[in-house]
T-cell receptor, first 111, second 113 residues
Framework: GENVEQHPSTLSVQEGDSAVIKCTYSDSASNYFPWYKQELGKRPQLIIDIRSNVGEKKDQRIAVTLNKTAKHFSLHITETQPEDSAVYFCADLTGTYKYIFGTGTRLKVLA | DGGITQSPKYLFRKEGQNVTLSCEQNLNHDAMYWYRQDPGQGLRLIYYSQIVNDFQKGDIAEGYSVSREKKESFPLTVTSAQKNPTAFYLC????????????FGPGTRLTVL
């Protein structure tokens, strides 16, 4: 069935370093790939997204890259700060309305 | 945080009781969703609805039921048939019609004693 694999499950980086989280999807018809940030006990918040007709998108310190041939997409955070510490989820949209989420990456930025 | 609300924030129920979680949105979104989140886990789709009076099962629908009688409302009932109902439940909505961004409610933490 459809699934999204997300790696790593935990990631610790020094403040100022970069962090990269990778997701692999299975449905070749997937056409939308969002990334969410979730702080403890809070709702997921969209931080960046990309559509299947685009290879890369950037928003200040955050970027997402998409490789449709390999069916994977990655989140890149540069110049990490302590407030970037959270759980990050990738997802893909299969069909028009059904989202499949990855299992999450707990990012810790060490001051 | 958009106009999507869930109530209550915390809910306690005895084993064997049905319980209904509320989700309301004033964003005029076509699509609404229910997810379950367990500690250290991702979001798993329970049910989703693309339009009023229509809904589809997600990956873990057993033991749950929903209704979509109004565009703004998508309540979720956790029945006694759900074997392990204690979890964090998140409702979401999206505009539909080619606009895919999902907006999440604040969640309801259900504890079954």
């Amino acid at each position: 069935g459809e699934n999204v694999e997300q790696h790593p499950s935990t990631l610790s980086v020094q403040e100022g370093d970069s962090a990269v989280i990778k997701c692999t999807y299975s449905d070749s018809a997937s056409n939308y790939f969002p990334w969410y940030k979730q702080e403890l006990g809070k709702r997921p918040q969209l931080i960046i997204d990309i559509r299947s007709n685009v290879g890369e998108k950037k928003d200040q310190r955050i970027a997402v890259t998409l490789n449709k041939t390999a069916k994977h997409f990655s989140l890149h955070i540069t110049e990490t700060q302590p407030e970037d510490s959270a759980v990050y989820f990738c997802a893909d949209l299969t069909g028009t309305y059904k989202y499949i989420f990855g299992t999450g990456t707990r990012l810790k930025v060490l001051a | 945080d958009g106009g999507i609300t869930q109530s209550p924030k915390y809910l306690f129920r005895k084993e064997g009781q049905n319980v209904t979680l509320s989700c309301e949105q004033n964003l005029n979104h076509d699509a609404m969703y229910w997810y379950r989140q367990d500690p250290g886990q991702g979001l798993r789709l329970i049910y989703y609805s693309q339009i009023v009076n229509d809904f589809q099962k997600g990956d873990i629908a057993e033991g749950y039921s929903v209704s979509r009688e109004k565009k703004e409302s998508f309540p979720l009932t956790v029945t006694s048939a759900q074997k392990n109902p204690t979890a964090f439940y998140l409702c979401a909505s999206s505009p539909g019609q080619g606009d895919y961004e999902q907006f999440f409610g604040p969640g309801t933490r259900l504890t079954v004693l």
